[in-house]
């Protein structure tokens, strides 16, 4: 029994582990971390229909450059796909966070 629970346990671990990804753009390298803004983004159809519009870089950072740009698959990205069922070789729903960094002038600038 005990070793059920071992690789159950393992099996979850695996799971959790597996479904995380991170893509990171940088434009510009800031010394100082600078506020960012995050946002989730909507798709379905195994990603490639996307729900959400794109993101206006422009408009999260009020016109002035962003610095980096980040988009995630976490855990509780994965966590919120299980509410639509899935098909084999097909998911309905799927949800990425992104994280923007805008240019802040520094008072020097």
């Known amino acids: 029994m005990n070793n059920v629970k071992h690789r159950l346990l393992l099996l979850l671990l695996c799971c959790a582990i597996g479904g995380c990804n991170t893509l990171i753009f940088v434009q510009n390298e800031e010394p100082?971390?600078?506020?960012?803004?995050r946002h989730w983004h909507h798709?379905?159809?195994?990603?490639?229909?996307?729900?959400?519009?794109?993101?206006?870089l422009s408009?999260?950072?009020s016109g002035t450059s962003w610095n980096k740009f980040t988009t995630e698959?976490?855990?509780y990205n994965a966590l919120s796909e299980l509410i639509l069922p899935r098909f084999t070789g097909l998911s309905l729903y799927s949800s990425w966070t992104t994280e923007v960094e805008c240019?802040?002038?520094s008072d020097s600038d």
């Open 73 to 75: 698959h976490r855990f």
């Open 43 to 56: 798709a379905t159809l195994n990603g490639m229909v996307e729900i959400s519009p794109p993101l206006n």
């Open 32 to 37: 100082q971390p600078q506020p960012t803004s």
């Open 59 to 61: 408009h999260v950072c």
């Open 103 to 105: 240019y802040r002038p």
